[in-house]
């Protein structure tokens, strides 16, 4: 479980997250995940677990998709020990899921200020093991891993809307507050990351490049 030493406030211990480990947790309405972090705020130990459970997945996911697998634990940690600091001031106004991933998104945005980022490990040159890919046919896990690679090859304001929406499944007003922009700006993000996603899917597919992707991630 992350985190459960301490209290809600200042500092604590944080425990290695279990949700790469575990699957991911069910997936409950947003009005129960808000109660919960209202209660958390309070005090209630009990609601700040549930909170932490029923939200850990998809801050991860979202960082992953922001930041890259290698960073994306220890971000997630930073989303949640900044959420922690302050939950007691949250008040509803919004879903606390989308409370807290405008602050993944900070705590993203910040990385990528601050931090020295590694070459991507995705390279599309005249890579030898590429190569020996485009020759093979896909097993459905296979194709899973190059749409991850198109999604992430985005752009970076594409990505996080693309994400947002059509991956953590928050809607178009949500997604604007998490991004800080108008709704019609993540409609454009949306539609112009399916584009770009098509067109690379069409370039995937080309004769002896094996199985073409047939659908988007939702």
């Known amino acids: 479980m992350f985190p459960t030493c301490g209290t ?5 211990c944080v425990h290695r997250p279990a949700y790469y480990r575990d699957g991911v947790p069910e997936r409950h309405d947003d009005a129960t ?35 890259g697998r290698a960073d994306a634990e220890d971000l997630t940690q930073e989303t949640f020990l900044r959420a922690l600091r302050t939950l007691s001031t949250f008040e509803g106004r919004s879903s606390a899921r989308t409370w807290l991933l405008s602050i993944a998104r900070r705590v993203a945005v ?10 991507r490990i995705r390279d599309l040159g005249d890579d030898a093991l590429e190569t020996m890919e485009r ?28 994400v947002l929406t059509q991956i953590l499944d928050l809607g178009y007003a949500e997604a604007a507050e998490v991004c800080c922009c ?37």
């Open 135 to 162: 020759t093979l046919p896909r097993s459905g896990a296979q194709e899973a891993v190059v749409l991850r690679a198109l999604i992430d090859d985005l752009a970076p304001d594409r990505r996080e809307a693309f």
């Open 110 to 119: 910040d990385a990528v200020r601050t931090a020295v980022r590694r070459p």
């Open 33 to 67: 995940v808000t109660a919960w972090s209202l209660a958390a705020g309070a005090g209630d130990q009990a609601a700040l677990t549930a909170f932490v459970r029923a939200t850990q997945a998809d801050v991860y996911r979202f960082l992953v998709h922001l930041n």
């Open 182 to 218: 108008p709704v019609g700006t993540i409609r454009s993000r949306v539609a112009r990351a399916r584009e770009d996603l098509v067109r690379a899917l069409g370039a995937d597919t080309s004769p002896g490049h094996g199985r073409a992707l047939r659908t988007a991630p939702r």
């Open 8 to 12: 809600a406030g200042g500092g604590r």
